[in-house]
């Protein structure tokens, strides 16, 4: 999809954020009752429920999806949180700075942020960078970020093959989860955020190509996330974390 739709606001407390908002993006700014089903944009963006949120026409009176910054059904609250899971034994232990290049929703991001990893962010999509912005500044109020005085992840706006090449440092680990094809006979229902994010992203077609990017620009391995039917995006990897619909892929240098 061209990411073109309509920033809208239901509380005129919230004009000034969301003309901003709109300003920046370069889309529309509407009131919410000025809206009529009939609205040609498939997707809005509108603050609400003290934070920002993508919205459909079926979500446009209430719901929304937003950046959520709260640890995930069964991750441990505590600070850092355990380096138990797949994800990271893949990014490995001893590593210290991540720089994720596919960014999305941002949870990858945020669960590594959790274990004590320096994070820092890459994503291409304007409006998926507003909803990532959002999440990172309230993530910076939590109680638990201000008292350690943790600094967020940094997040870098555009293209991540460019940007890459641009570091001033080597990270550690760059972690790629590129958008594959979906199988064509898909055995569950894919989650609404996913759905929408390939709406507004589509297929990262270039993917060999960032991943060699990658590869030049990391300091001591790369790690691929990826569905587990697709083929390893870099060749055999050095190590391989199975799940059960994904895999992690990783390459040592």
């Known amino acids: 999809m061209s990411e073109q739709g309509v920033v809208v606001y239901a509380d005129d407390a919230l004009f000034a954020p969301s003309q901003a908002l709109a300003e920046r993006l370069g889309w529309p700014l509407l009131a919410l009752p000025a809206l009529s089903a009939e609205s040609p944009q498939a997707f809005f963006l509108c603050y609400r429920d003290a934070c920002l949120k993508l919205l459909d026409k079926q979500t446009l009176k209430k719901g929304g999806l937003a950046v959520d910054v709260d640890p995930r059904p069964g991750e441990q609250h505590s600070y850092p949180a355990p380096k138990k899971d ?142 587990d039917y697709a083929e390893p995006l870099g060749g055999k990897p050095s190590e391989s974390y199975q799940g059960k619909l994904l895999r992690y892929d990783v390459y040592l240098k």
């Open 86 to 227: 797949l994800l990271a034994q893949a990014i490995g232990k001893k590593t210290k700075t991540v720089v994720d290049a596919t960014t999305g929703w941002a949870q990858d991001s945020l669960a590594l942020f959790r274990m004590g990893y320096d994070v820092q962010c890459i994503e291409r999509s304007p409006v998926m960078a507003e909803l990532i912005r959002d999440g990172f500044q309230r993530l910076a109020q939590k109680d638990w970020v201000q008292s350690r005085q943790l600094q967020r992840p940094a997040l870098m706006v555009g293209n991540a093959i460019e940007l890459l090449a641009r570091l001033p440092d080597a990270p550690d680990c760059i972690y790629l989860d590129p958008m594959f094809p979906p199988k064509r006979k898909q055995t569950a229902a894919t989650r609404k955020s996913m759905a929408i994010l390939r709406e507004i992203l589509g297929d990262d077609l270039d993917r060999a190509d960032l991943f060699a990017a990658a590869w030049q620009a990391t300091g001591k391995r790369v790690v691929v996330k990826s569905p």
